[in-house]
């Protein structure tokens, strides 16, 4: 079939994981690529879902639509022309979603797209032969699309309802009364959205509605493309006007454009390190090994083998060695396979990314040093770090010992980055009189806070026996943490390595976060002690070896990935007879650096604002309940002193609307429920959909009832959650279905000591 270009729509006046980005420079540019809006609806009758139609906007307005069995291809067809080159198309959950649809199209036609994955989901796919990339709004506005009106002020855009369950073949010409109420899925609905919905279709009933299934799917696309559409225009006119950058054009994620801009407006040349991805002194981890290996191998013959922990090594010549015995004048050399040109692990022109050298190279400079040895009389033993854990991996006792050794590897800056500090502090607690549970909020993941390394090790629910060698607790911290520690208390023992920058500044973020505070402070409305006019008329820390995904037609380069000792191929799926889809990593020791980011400062950021929440934490003690990265959850008694509210950045606010927590419940980190002195019941379980179903099952009093078992009776009780319509995603066959699952809902708490009236005290 031919698109139909259906009208030329208005827009009102008002309205307008991984380094991600395509190759840019930072400067600032205008961006006006041509945007493309789109969305698809499916019929799933089967279990697949597949295409029936397809509205697709330009910026002005315009509209094409496509339907019927073909749909999927004939908008594939009209997109991928040369008129289009150069556009950026969106979709509305188009990494979980419609990207599926595009990538079984372009695998059927044997085009080879660039593709970004974080999981099953599609971050975003590039079709280079015709300049065309496909991007997912969710990815920068992160909210329902039901919610996009009220967001940007367009009052006069409202998503509506459509049968989905009723889109099959069957029904493509159906006119007659309104489908059933079951056909919209009402219990996929929160209790609220399904009580709106009831009351909306109980309303058309009564007035004998016609249901036109063409008019209606197309009046539902439309809708939702136009509210995208709109939007995202508002946003990107927005983000434009006050960084110079379109958000679009050179981002997939909000988290990369605010990167971005802060790199771009901002950030003064040479003011943030680029860490090495070896760290700064890179040897160290294989000399480690090799000390262990050394000791181990003393240990077990009984000799005193001379090495850099005992009297240093020894110095031949030009030489040190790793490791020397002197009555029998033996060197032991430890040679690590990536830094000594391991032929049995490295091709020979491979290149070591630290020192530029080839492996032919660095093996030939061990066997000069070795021929060395042995013509000065040396007797050498000489052993790979490839043969050791191979040993290891064998050998009980040795890998026993090397576990036991007291030896500390180099400072991995990564392990001092920790989320949110989140749990729960009480399981349970009703209010008495006076009483009454706040629950300010803070805006700016298993994360433990013992006093015994050993008791948390083990979750041990008794009283600690231990050692203070047991308990010490051994990591990596940022210093204003450990000044902290140190003012509460905490005795440091030992330093095993220190990062030290000497040059600190607290203006790099100041003008960045000056920027957006005033919009954000606008956009949060008026503070809660204020009255209206109308009433009175954080990628600093992106992980730098993410799994990439690339799609290959020359068999060569396939076998050459294969075979690579650069990169792990982690999964590889034939997606036509031409074209393989492989997933693959970077060796550890082919990790490039990255300018874009710097775990040190996110470490900083971070610790500063669990210092923030600790604040608070000490001054409410015993009487907190729970607490999040930016909530704490207390009880509030008269007399006693309460965190001062505000409506700025890092002060905190009433997160209630109105009246207080009467009654909360919490089995854990995201995990609770409350009742408020409004009878409110609020729910908040990780994991779970609180849909109408869901809710059958997991509620306040099902949760009251598994925490008394649990924290009472030590019995571990579970629910289990039906979802008849689970939209799953088969990365292989790139096929969206529809599947019947269960989920079970369970008491997993082991973060703490569980102590009397449902209390809970860290362990040691």
């Known amino acids: 079939m031919q698109p139909v270009k259906e009208r030329n729509a208005t827009v009102s006046e008002d309205t307008d994981l991984l380094d991600t980005e395509a190759d840019e420079n930072d400067s600032p540019k205008s961006g006006y690529n041509q945007l493309l809006f789109f969305d698809f609806e499916c019929r799933q009758e ?14 002005a307005g315009d509209e094409w639509v496509f339907d019927g069995d073909n749909t999927r291809n004939d908008f594939c067809e009209w997109l991928f022309t040369k008129e289009h080159a150069g556009c950026i198309v969106l979709a509305h959950s188009f990494q979980g979603y419609d990207s599926y ?21 599609v971050l975003t796919v590039s079709v280079p032969m015709f300049n065309i990339k496909f991007i997912d709004s969710l990815s920068f506005i992160p909210m329902r699309l039901a919610d996009f009106p009220t967001t940007f002020g367009l009052d006069e855009l409202a998503k509506g309802y459509f049968p989905h369950l009723f889109n099959r073949k069957e029904n493509e010409n159906y006119v007659g009364p309104l489908p059933p109420s079951p056909f919209y899925n009402p219990d996929g609905m929160s209790p609220e959205e399904k009580e709106q919905f009831m009351a909306w279709h109980k309303k058309l009933k009564e007035e004998n509605y016609v249901f036109d299934f063409q008019q209606e799917i197309l009046g539902y696309c439309r809708s939702d493309v136009d509210i995208l559409r709109r939007c995202c225009l508002e946003f990107r006119e927005m983000f434009r006007d006050i960084t110079g950058i379109d958000p679009f054009e050179k981002c997939l994620t909000i988290a990369w454009a605010c990167n971005l801009v802060f790199r771009t407006n901002f950030l003064q040349e040479n003011t943030i390190a680029i860490i090495p991805p070896h760290g700064y002194r890179p040897k160290d981890k294989q000399s480690l090994l ?24 020894k110095r031949v010549g030009n030489y040190l060695l790793d490791g020397y015995h002197e009555e029998s004048n033996t060197a032991y050399e430890i040679n690590g396979c990536f830094w000594h040109g391991c032929l049995k692990c490295y091709a020979r022109d491979t290149i070591n990314s630290v020192n530029g050298k080839t492996m032919q190279d660095l093996h030939q400079t061990t066997v000069e040093k070795n021929s060395y040895l042995k013509d000065h009389g040396f007797v050498v033993i000489e052993v790979w770090e490839c043969d050791i854990k191979k040993e290891l991996d064998q050998d009980k006792e040795m890998k026993a010992y090397f576990d036991s050794y007291d030896l500390i590897e180099p400072l991995e800056p990564r392990d001092g980055f920790f989320g949110g500090r989140t749990n729960a502090a009480k399981l349970f607690h009703e209010c008495k009189d006076g009483e009454k549970i706040s629950l300010p909020y803070r805006t700016q993941g298993k994360l433990m806070f013992p006093l015994c390394k050993l008791c948390a090790d083990t979750c041990n629910q008794t009283p600690c026996t231990h050692s203070d060698n047991e308990r010490a607790i051994q990591g990596t911290w940022c210093s204003v943490e450990l000044e902290k520690a140190l003012e509460k208390g905490y005795q440091v023992l030992h330093l095993h390595d220190v990062w030290h ?12 976060v000056n920027t957006f505070l005033k919009i954000k402070q606008e956009a949060s409305g008026y503070p809660k002690d204020c009255t209206t006019e109308e009433k009175n008329s954080s990628k600093f820390a992106q992980r730098p070896n993410m799994t990439k995904v690339e799609l290959i037609s020359d068999v060569q380069k396939y076998f050459d990935y294969l075979t690579s000792d650069e990169i792990n191929v982690l999964d590889a799926n034939f997606v036509s007879e031409e074209v393989i889809e492989i997933h693959y990593e970077n060796n550890e020791n082919f990790i490039a650096s990255n300018s874009k980011t710097n775990v040190v400062i996110a470490a900083f950021t971070t610790a500063y604002a669990r210092l923030k929440l600790y604040d608070v934490l000490d001054q409410l003690n015993e009487r907190v309940l729970y607490y999040d990265t930016d909530s704490v959850i207390f009880v509030s008694k008269p007399g006693e002193s309460e965190p001062p509210l505000g409506p700025y950045l890092g002060q905190l606010t009433d997160e209630l609307k109105e009246g207080h927590i009467t009654t909360f419940i919490s089995v854990g980190p995201k995990n609770y429920c409350y009742r408020t002195s409004c009878n409110k019941v609020e729910t908040k379980i990780r994991g779970i959909t609180l849909n109408c179903t869901a809710k059958q099952k997991v509620n306040f009093d099902v949760i009251r009832s598994l925490v008394f078992l649990y924290a009472k009776c030590n019995v571990k009780g579970q629910v289990t959650v039906d979802i008849p319509f689970r939209i799953t995603r088969d990365t292989k066959t790139k096929n969206i279905e529809t599947k019947r699952m269960k989920k079970d809902y369970r008491i997993v708490y082991n973060k703490r000591v569980i102590i009397d009236d449902y209390k809970t005290l860290p362990y040691g």
């Open 46 to 59: 089967n279990g697949n879902h597949e295409p029936n139609l397809c509205v697709i906007q330009n910026e």
């Open 101 to 121: 649809f595009i990538l079984q199209y372009l695998h059927e036609n044997g085009v080879i797209p660039e593709v970004i994955m974080r999981g099953a989901k």
């Open 290 to 313: 090799a000390l262990k290996w050394l000791s181990y191998k003393a240990e077990k013959e009984d000799i005193h083998i001379q090495h850099a922990r005992n009297a240093g090594e």
């Open 501 to 512: 920058f000497p040059q600190q500044s607290d203006e790099l973020f100041k003008d960045y």
